[in-house]
């Protein structure tokens, strides 16, 4: 992939880093619950359903850049109209907006990515893929140090990073046109039901961040965009090493083993500790949780042809958003009975999912054999 599409995607994502810690902080600070900040957000992720959902025949129909252009443009629209609108009411369907056209983007991007990528490669190139996401998500909470969260400093730098990556992949040359047959999300279910199980834990993980971290954060005496920076770049520590460690161990071994050093990480989190464990327990789960949707993907991909990753690239985003509108809701309810230290609780329930799914798809196969060869 060209400097140009990276640096295209990283544009675009730094302004949604910057978006998601942005409002989270607005809505708290105009007296908004958790459970209120948590509906706001599932708004993003409904709006991220319908772009990975009824309306993912649009990348086909455009094309990738052309698809991507048009993604970038909805978040920086997104972001001028939260500035220009003073309604919490009024960012519900902007946020939908922003989902819906992030959505389209990411489409997008990761069968790009999928389509141009050989097998042998494709755990390591999803990596680098997600570290540039990451580490642009990231650049959006620290840039919020040095601007104020009110006003339009922060916003307009949003409008200018989706119009800067609109301007940027204009031009790149699409990967080829291959025919999408009509493979379901049932079928996929079917053939990698764990890839579907981990892209909707990633979704219920990061969700209940997005929206609620910042709350967390208040709560424990750091500052929100702190906190969230910690979390994101945590999450590119571990992407490149766990994409060459699921090439060659295994996706389902790597899987297992981020569920199961995710937990102790959430439930030290969830303990109330001390601002700077705050911090350091941020980054860590950042790092555990950011590979578990890439090594997924890569799993997925590993069984679809080539000419049905436009269909599996769908079903991935379509769980993940699933996730994602559940998590902040679900989060919220836990937070509201216990305190800030629910998001955490929330989080250690997903990452023992996750390591459970993992292992039993490891020893599945080896189970059946010796059932298989048992005398009956």
Do not use: K
């Amino acid at each position: 992939m060209r400097a140009r599409f990276w640096a295209a995607l990283a544009a675009v994502t730094m302004g949604q880093g910057m978006l998601h810690t942005l409002v989270g902080v607005r809505m708290d600070a105009a007296g908004g619950s958790p459970a209120q900040v948590g509906l706001l957000t599932s708004a993003y992720f409904v709006g991220y359903v319908l772009g990975a959902g009824p309306l993912a025949r649009v990348p086909r129909r455009l094309g990738h850049p052309r698809t991507f252009v048009l993604g970038a443009l909805g978040v920086a629209i997104s972001a001028a109209g939260i500035g220009l609108l003073p309604w919490p009411s009024a960012w519900v369907a902007l946020r939908g907006l922003d989902g819906l056209a992030f959505g389209w983007l990411l489409l997008a991007v990761e069968t790009w990515i999928s389509e141009a990528t050989p097998v042998e490669r494709r755990g390591e190139v999803l990596g680098t893929y997600m570290t540039v996401f990451y580490a642009a998500l990231a650049a959006g909470p620290l840039a919020l140090l040095g601007l104020p969260a009110e006003g339009l400093a922060a916003l307009l730098v949003v409008v200018a990073g989706g119009g800067l990556a609109a301007a940027l992949v204009r031009g790149l040359p699409p990967p080829p046109v291959r025919a999408m047959d009509g493979l379901v999300e049932g079928s996929v279910a079917g053939r990698a039901p764990l890839s579907l199980i981990v892209g909707a834990a990633s979704g219920l993980l990061f969700g209940a961040l997005y929206a609620l971290g910042p709350v967390y954060a208040q709560a424990t005496g750091v500052a929100p965009g702190l906190l969230m920076a910690a979390a994101i770049l945590g999450g590119v520590a571990l992407q490149r090493v766990t994409g060459r460690l699921s090439d060659r161990h295994g996706r389902p071994r790597v899987l297992a083993a981020l569920g199961g050093a995710l937990a102790p990480v959430c439930l030290v989190a969830a303990l109330n500790p001390a601002p700077a464990l705050a911090v350091a327990a941020a980054f860590a789960f950042g790092a555990l949780a950011a590979p578990l949707y890439p090594v997924a993907m890569a799993h997925l991909n590993d069984h679809v042809a080539t000419h049905e990753r436009l269909s599996a690239g769908r079903a991935m985003l379509l769980a993940c958003a699933a996730g994602s509108v559940a998590g902040p809701l679900l989060a919220g309810g836990v937070m509201d009975a216990l305190g800030p230290q629910g998001l955490f609780v929330h989080a250690l329930a997903v990452a023992l999912a996750v390591g459970g799914a993992g292992a039993a798809r490891m020893v599945g196969p080896t189970v059946r054999r010796r059932l298989a060869r048992a005398p009956r």
